[in-house]
């Protein structure tokens, strides 16, 4: 049973605007979340995380958003760059050792 | 370059055929880890060792063993390989410093195809 859910495969926005990837987790006991960022032939990359005593955190373009009663977190990439194409995983922890992850978005921007 | 390295790139198997990835990292870290990533499943952790000396199972530890070689090497060994286990592999280790403690680094992966 997938306890991180990403329900869009694929998004696509134009360069410059803003881009919103969503995810959605099952595990109340979750306390640490994290965006992975993975181009073809290579490994998934860090990109941005938050703790669950946050609601937000921001580092240059990105900006993870979390909403712990609707078990929900949001990824906005602001203004979205053509280089930002790739497939985003969504991921979460619950203690030292696991890291469960969605399925992916695959994020296009369009020149 | 610091970082994971993983072998092979790519391996194709027979049903039955036994075999070995290799990884090694030079960033001193404690923890490393083993998933596979199958389409419309993510990825899914199948071994770690937090430290060496020790490994444990994760979400789908069947059909493989692992060896923590020393604190830079984890290996993955498929001991019959099965059509199922064909997958990408991807090894990572987790980082020490206290700002990153949660974030995992991840090797360029393994793509495995058993016939």
């Known amino acids: 049973d997938q306890q991180v859910k990403q329900n869009s495969p694929s998004l696509s926005v134009q360069e410059g605007r803003i881009s919103i990837l969503n995810c959605d987790y099952t595990?109340?006991?979750?306390?640490?979340f994290l965006w992975y960022k993975k181009y073809p032939a290579e490994g998934p990359t860090f990109l941005i995380s938050i703790s669950s005593i946050k609601d937000k955190n921001e580092d240059g373009r990105f900006t993870v958003f979390l909403n712990k009663s609707a078990k929900h977190l949001s990824l906005h990439i602001v203004p979205s760059q053509p280089g930002d194409s790739a497939v985003y995983f969504c991921?979460?922890?619950?203690?030292?050792?696991?890291?469960?992850f969605g399925t992916g978005t695959r994020l296009t921007v369009i020149p | 370059n610091a970082g994971v390295t993983q072998t092979p790139k790519f391996q194709v198997l027979k049903t039955g055929q036994s075999m070995t990835l290799q990884c090694a990292q030079d960033m001193n870290h404690n923890s490393m880890y083993w998933y596979r990533q199958d389409p419309g499943m993510g990825l899914r952790l199948i071994y770690y060792s937090a430290s060496e000396g020790t490994t444990d199972k994760g979400e789908v530890p069947n059909g493989y063993n692992v060896s923590r070689l020393n604190k830079r090497e984890f290996s993955l060994r498929l001991e019959s390989a099965a059509p199922s286990q064909t997958s990408v592999y991807f090894c990572a280790s987790k980082n020490r410093d206290l700002l990153r403690a949660n974030v995992l680094t991840f090797g360029a992966g393994s793509r495995l195809t058993v016939l």
């Open positions: 595990n109340s006991m979750f306390d640490y």
């Open positions: 991921a979460a922890m619950s203690g030292a050792n696991n890291l469960f």
